[in-house]
């Protein structure tokens, strides 16, 4: 009997030990009883996140993430939340959010199988794909644009976890070059440190002409991932839900077309895999 009721008491505490956070412990209860909420942001990944001249988070990712906090203080019946903007990079933006550091990732972080396992997502906000950046002329002649080529990478992302698995899988005999952001990409192209340049390819485009030196470059064709992003925070299914709500509100009332006029307006019509993600993703209540 004594050894029942002991075997029982532990089975109680291992499940109260692995149950899932309660209402009070839930990231919504924590922004309402604060009245902030803490937007991670990256600082030069444009043009969906990054800092602009003056010194404050901008881009498309920022101004969703905008659209949430107002939201969320309608639903509080405040006037406003206080925003907390965290710097975060390629590299630790996972921990940041992990650690409660952020309650959510304002960037361009793509959605994967693995990343799901520890992390909860919004539905979609973009589709995206990576190429390659090359200096004018530089493109080679061949079909294959890998081989034998000196390819700067900023590590953390899964550009440079496919580039890793093709040079590994095809003995394609390309090196990476790690960097931490974008910004020191684009200048270890221009030094001729690499031949080329892999990153999804809007932040390719937005990042080259940005630098004011856009002629300089040519993007090839190549695409070689598929990369869904998402807004990225921790397991919490209630405040999933909220960020969702706001989301597909934008998608469906079609508000999302002024935001996205504004980001990528100059980079031309934003094509038609991007207009069906915003159809698919415009949940009804």
């Known amino acids: 009997m004594h050894k029942q009721l002991a075997f029982g008491v532990a089975l109680v505490a291992a499940l109260v030990g692995t149950a899932p956070a309660t209402a009070a412990d839930s990231t919504l209860t924590r922004i309402e009883q604060s009245k902030t909420i803490r937007l991670g942001y990256r600082e030069n990944s444009p043009p969906f996140s990054f800092v602009g001249d003056d010194k404050q988070p901008q881009g498309y990712s920022i101004d969703l993430c905008k659209v949430v906090a107002g939201d969320l203080a309608k639903q509080f019946k405040v006037d406003k939340l206080d925003i907390q903007w965290v710097p975060v990079t390629a590299q630790n933006r996972f921990d940041a959010v992990a650690s409660g550091k952020v309650d ?55 550009t440079e976890k496919a580039l890793a698995a093709l040079g590994a899988s095809a003995k394609l005999g390309a090196t990476l070059v790690r960097v931490p952001d974008h910004d020191a990409a684009l200048k270890a192209l221009l030094a001729k440190q690499a031949d080329a340049y892999a990153a999804d390819r809007t932040v390719l ?51 999302i077309a002024p935001i996205l006029q504004r980001w990528f307006g100059a980079l031309g019509n934003p094509g038609e895999i991007l207009k069906v993600m915003f159809l698919l993703n415009g949940l009804p209540e």
Do not use: W
């Open 104 to 158: 959510l990732e304002c960037g361009n972080t793509s959605q994967t199988l693995a990343r799901r396992v520890d992390f909860d997502f919004s539905v979609m906000t973009y589709v995206d794909g990576a190429g390659l950046l090359f200096r004018k002329g530089g493109i080679p002649s061949g079909s294959d644009h890998l081989t034998g080529q000196r390819i700067v990478v900023v590590a953390g992302t899964t």
């Open 205 to 255: 485009v937005t990042t080259a002409l940005s630098s004011g030196r856009g002629n300089e470059f040519e993007l090839s064709q190549v695409q070689f991932t598929y990369e869904p992003y998402g807004l990225m925070l921790r397991p919490d299914q209630a405040f999933r839900l909220a960020v969702d709500r706001s989301l597909a509100r934008l998608y469906r009332t079609g508000e």
